[in-house]
């Protein structure tokens, strides 16, 4: 990971009077610590309060991994794992996680001593400490995640979890059949070996061709270098996946924030 480093989490807990509750200490009131269930989940925007107790007692609910289908269970928003159909809802309200589309030209780095156009200036006036999930080169365009989730970022960049990106690529044609084969089965670069996990074709006109490349990992210009090696360096690259998360029609220079739906998805790809 970049220098750009994960914050802290919180050692305060909150509890269902907006007050905070040191961690560890008991709450000198004598009243019961955490916050409903039904009520962080309703908070989280999964369904109504009304509709979060009938997942709860449906059976649909699991917290840190086990499922609950009593009403009356408090958790700490801010450690607790919880998941409504295998899918993790991030409850913690603190959590940010945007998507990039990042333009030609522009440094993925959070900020540039030579004054180059850099990422953080996108999200210099943002309170949280946000910073990026991997890098694309400068002149790579598309999809990048930036978060405060530290472990979140992590997981993602650790080859161990696999999550694939996908990357289209502008490269000059025409391109034999077996291009793909030889990238699937493994191209010898100065720094070992590197695979696609798949290759196709999306689009040619004239010399010009649209392929599509996914693969789990994420060594230096790894696209770049592999379509050199197969014979079509690349005129233009753009990252339009990262696991689920899709950078469907998003203007470059633009952020948005990821849906709830496809933060479950990245937490579900790194197993959290
Ligand atoms: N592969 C590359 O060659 N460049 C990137 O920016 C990302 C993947």
Do not use: W
Not at 52 to 71: C, K, N, P, S, W
């Amino acid at each position: 990971m970049s220098s750009d480093q994960a914050p802290r989490r919180s050692d305060a807990v909150g509890d269902d009077r907006g007050r905070r509750v040191g961690r560890g200490e008991p709450d000198p009131t004598g009243l019961p610590e955490g916050i409903r269930l039904q009520k962080v989940l309703s908070k989280a925007g999964i369904a109504s309060r009304r509709a979060a107790e009938d997942l709860i007692a449906q059976g649909r609910v699991t917290v840190d991994g086990a499922v609950v289908t009593e009403m009356g269970r408090r958790v700490d928003p801010d450690t607790v794992s919880i998941h409504v159909d295998g899918m993790r809802v991030i409850v913690r309200d603190d959590l940010v996680h945007l998507a990039l589309n990042k333009p030609r030209g522009m440094h993925s780095t959070m900020s540039d001593d030579r004054g180059r156009s850099c990422v953080g200036d996108l999200v210099v006036d943002r309170p949280e400490r946000l910073f990026h999930v991997g890098r694309l080169d400068a002149d790579t365009e598309g999809l990048l995640l930036l978060t405060n989730d530290g472990e979140l970022a992590h997981r993602l960049m650790h080859p161990s979890f696999e999550v694939l990106k996908t990357y289209r690529a502008e490269v000059r044609g025409p391109v034999a059949r077996d291009v793909g084969r030889r990238l699937r089965a493994g191209v010898e670069l100065e720094d070992g070996l590197a695979k696609a996990d798949s290759f196709r074709v999306v689009d040619a006109y004239a010399d010009r061709v649209m392929v599509e490349v996914v693969l789990h990992e994420g060594r230096k210009h790894i696209v770049r270098r592999l379509l050199a090696e197969v014979g079509h360096p690349v005129r233009r690259l753009v990252r339009t996946a990262i696991g689920e998360l899709r950078l469907g029609d998003q203007r470059p220079g633009t952020l948005r924030r990821v849906s709830r739906r496809e933060v479950g998805e990245l937490y579900k790809a790194v197993e959290l």
